[in-house]
């Protein structure tokens, strides 16, 4: 298949093109290369992709994979971008991410996630794709405390912009499906951790903190639960459901709607490791690998998180026969060995 990654150079979309690339699809790859963290990590993945300089017009070439420098906000330029190529698959990846970052930067969260989506909307309906499958997220959920969390149930207390983003491209996508017929499939990922990963989330911090002898910050005294998921599990998850368009719920009850299905060719699942694992598990782990004890600052809560999240995925068992098989322990060890040779190299 043809298949575009929207935020090829970030942490997901890389995994996702590789694995892509390893079963002989043909991948594209779009990304702003924004500086929200270090935009070398990123040049660095797509070298791992086969991407070497990118030309005066910002494009570059890997042995199966071809990249554009693209910003979603800029919608003639998508525009463009679709009316000369068309995909069989479209993975939507690219985003604002970071809750605590939307409390400081709002606006390019509206910028990225909501106009950014939009035009991505609009280049699937004026030029077609056989389906499209967008990253959403656990912190959906908000208020929720209703342990694990259910795509059945609600979600209608976001208590950050990014996670009302978020919504927001649920509630957009599902317009855009039941209007024009386009196969939709959004993903709420639950923290996803691994090799490339995000250096502002937590368990990069703490790796890098640990390493170089400086303190690392626990919000809430460290009394944190988080599902932390794996990032091959993520992308067995994510090449299971692009294979598959969503289709409509022939069972959907206009009286006692579904939030998770529609008579539109519609759905929402959870991915996620389906565990609660508290945060003082992955600094264990992380101190175990890395043969250093933490120095910890103990912080109060920070505004826009959460206590603790865990997904209920039954739904993705159920329709794609998904399970994720990796331990936290496993995992860590794993985003270890990478980050040391990183660190050796680029740190």
């Not at 990032?231 to 719920?249: K, M, Q, T, Y």
């Not at 209920?312 to 322990?329: C, E, H, I, K, Y």
Request: hydrophobic share 40%; aromatic share 12%.
């Amino acid at each position: 298949m043809k298949v575009l990654i929207t935020g090829a150079a970030g942490f997901i979309g890389f995994h996702l093109s590789r694995a892509l690339i390893a079963r002989g699809d043909e991948v594209w790859g779009i990304d702003s290369l924004t500086d929200y963290y270090d935009p070398i990590l990123k040049k660095n993945r797509l070298a791992a992709l086969g991407v070497g300089e990118l030309s005066p017009s910002q494009e570059g070439q890997g042995p199966s994979f071809s990249f554009q420098k693209l910003d979603l906000d800029d919608a003639p330029a998508v525009d463009r971008y679709f009316a000369l190529h068309s995909f069989d698959r479209i993975c939507n990846l690219a985003a604002q991410a970071g809750v605590r970052y939307s409390l400081e930067n709002p606006r390019s969260y509206v910028a990225s996630n909501v106009s950014g989506f939009l035009n991505l909307l609009e280049a699937c309906r004026n030029h077609g794709t056989g389906h499209l499958v967008f990253a959403s997220s656990s912190s959906v959920y908000g208020l929720n405390e209703n342990l694990p969390f259910s795509v059945h149930g609600p979600a209608n207390h976001p208590v950050s912009l990014y996670a009302a983003t978020k919504k927001a491209n649920e509630a957009m996508a599902h317009a855009y499906a039941h209007l024009f017929g386009i196969p939709i499939t959004g993903l709420r990922f639950f923290t996803v951790y691994g090799p490339w990963g995000r250096p502002d989330m937590a368990y990069f911090k703490f790796a890098r903190a640990i390493s170089r002898g400086t303190p690392i910050d626990l919000y809430n005294g460290g009394q944190m639960l988080r599902d932390f998921t794996y990032i091959d599990d993520i992308v067995d998850g994510l090449l299971r459901v692009l294979d598959h368009p969503a289709s409509p719920n022939p069972h959907f009850d206009r009286k006692n709607p579904d939030p998770a299905s529609s008579t539109a060719p519609f759905r929402i699942y959870n991915i996620g490791n389906h565990r609660s694992e508290p945060l003082m598990d992955l600094v264990s782990f992380l101190e175990e690998d890395l043969g250093k004890k933490a120095l910890v600052r103990n912080l109060g809560m920070q505004a826009g998180d959460v206590q603790a999240t865990e997904a209920d995925v039954s739904d993705l068992d159920r329709d794609f026969g998904w399970m994720p098989s990796t331990t936290l322990q496993e995992g860590v060890r794993r985003f270890v060995a990478w980050f040391k040779e990183y660190e050796e190299v680029y740190g």
